[in-house]
């Protein structure tokens, strides 16, 4: 006990040093990514065989709006997913799930599971879960609320291979701007070959099983533990309806047989889709379902039009970079800058190794692109046209980049921010502790495209 003692301050200082370079070093994302913007226009004017003015600023410009669609259905992901999450019942249910831990311990293993579970069917709902359990859990007992924070945001660490990765998403959406997969090649790739996999199931298993054991590791001790100051950062009180007489328009915002009407709505255009007589599939299945859930869980219209407007303050920095993504994607599209790219990775590659490759050139890009989207639209482009000419398996390169993305993100302020704004802490001591779960996750996906794909 004494040396797990000793062996966590230092692990912490180390962790405490990386963040401070990332602070001094990295700028705010929009920046970063006019930044990127601006390399790749040189890259592309260097190295694009087909590169000109024309193609260069043409293509950025056309990039800039085919990327809008996609933009605003990952916004609505987000959106959909929070608004979900502050549903009464939801929050109930949260609060009763968590009342079964007993021990600080078993609260953030719960905290991590719950998340994690979250995370995978809508990473929008797994970052505000994250936050609203870590609030509750340290409103039971007593626990550092940095490392309880830190519990909850290490669940995300499984995001991109659930079902609401952007990056699955798009390659299993017919006609997406962001499916280069379809572009490339003509093909889709179903979930079953892309999520479903076992060379993405299993290590996200395995992150399941162990997580819960590091969280306990590197718990603080009794003389290191930093309380939630619940006057510093009080809860938002929950909507309540007007008293004394309605006006006829309140009597509407209040109803709910008006909401219960839009739901019974999109219940039956869920089962005319499961059935074949509609198409819903890839993304916007992800966001009618978080919408049509969200609308009845919340009970009067007003409730949920609430919900959503305290959801879009977070999509403020998401806004801004989708499309510079977007004018990167089309500027090496134009340019042809991609495949001088592909030749790097089909020169250090085999069949075998690409996604591996493909992987930790996702982790460190995704340090400069934090969005599962964006980076898709940089990453993408070189490493497909990488993996068909090495006939190497698209899915498993694909899901290399999403893996990449989703363990980096465990180091990456920019999604860690939310979370901490809605928890009431700050973010350098709950990146200290999740810098545990990105080299966890770092060997665990690895190891899994190594072993199995």
């Known amino acids: 006990m004494t040396t797990l003692q000793q062996s966590t301050p230092r692990h912490r200082g180390f962790t405490a040093a990386t963040i401070r370079l990332f ?115 340290a409103q039971r007992m007593k626990v550092d609320f940095a490392w309880i924070v830190a519990a909850g945001f290490s669940g995300w660490v499984v995001w991109a291979s659930g079902i609401s990765s952007s990056i699955a998403l798009a390659q299993s959406t017919p006609g997406s701007a962001m499916n280069v997969v379809e572009k490339l090649t003509g093909q889709v ?50 909507r309540s309806k007007p008293s004394g007489p309605l006006t006829p328009a309140q009597r509407l915002e209040h109803s709910r047989l008006v909401s219960g009407a839009l739901g019974v709505g999109g219940i039956a255009y869920l089962i005319y889709a499961w059935r074949g007589a509609a198409q819903l599939s890839g993304v916007n299945a992800v966001i009618f379902v978080m919408f049509v859930a969200g609308v009845i869980l919340h009970g009067y219209p007003l409730a949920y039009a609430d919900a959503i407007k305290n959801a879009a303050k977070q999509t403020g920095s998401m806004m801004l970079q989708y499309p510079l993504y ?21 020169a250090i590659s085999n069949a075998h190794t690409l996604p591996f490759w493909s992987y930790v050139c996702s982790l460190f890009v995704t340090f400069l692109i934090p969005s ?59 990146l200290g502790f999740t810098v545990v779960t990105f080299g966890l996750g770092v060997v665990v996906y690895g190891a899994a495209l190594l072993m199995l794909s």
């Not at 395995?206 to 054991?213: H, S």
């Not at 599209?333 to 001088?340: E, F, M, V």
């Not at 993996?387 to 860690?416: D, Y």
Request: hydrophobic letters at 55%; zero cysteines; aromatic letters at 10%.
């Open 23 to 137: 602070e001094r070093t990295i700028p705010d994302p929009f920046v970063l990514a006019i930044l990127i913007t601006i390399v790749v226009a040189v890259l592309a004017a260097l190295f694009g065989p087909k590169a000109s003015v024309q193609s260069i600023v043409g293509g950025w410009g056309k990039g800039f709006f085919d990327i809008l669609t996609f933009a605003f259905q990952i916004t609505l992901v987000l959106v959909t997913g929070h608004a979900f999450a502050h549903a009464p019942p939801v929050q109930r249910v949260f609060r009763s799930v968590v009342a079964i831990a007993r021990t600080p311990e078993q609260a953030a293993g719960l905290t991590f599971l719950l998340v994690a579970i979250a995370s995978f069917f809508n990473w929008g709902l797994g970052l505000v879960v994250s936050a609203l359990l870590a609030r509750e859990v």
């Open 326 to 346: 977007g004018g990167i994607m089309g500027m090496m599209d134009a340019t042809g800058l991609p495949d001088q790219i592909s030749h790097f990775f089909i």
């Open 372 to 430: 599962g989207g964006g980076h898709w639209a940089v990453q993408g482009p070189f490493v497909v046209p990488a993996a068909v000419a090495l006939h190497a398996s698209v899915p498993a390169t694909t899901m290399a980049v999403a893996m990449g993305e989703q363990v980096s993100n465990m180091m990456q302020p920019f999604w860690a921010a939310p979370v901490v704004a809605m928890a009431g802490v700050g973010v350098q001591r709950v």
């Open 189 to 238: 790739l179903p979930f079953s070959s892309t999520v479903f996999a076992s060379f993405n199931l299993v290590p996200t298993i395995v992150m399941l099983v162990l997580m819960p054991l590091v969280l306990a590791w590197i718990k603080p001790g009794p003389s290191e533990t930093v309380v939630l100051d619940v006057a510093k950062y009080p809860e938002a009180p929950p």
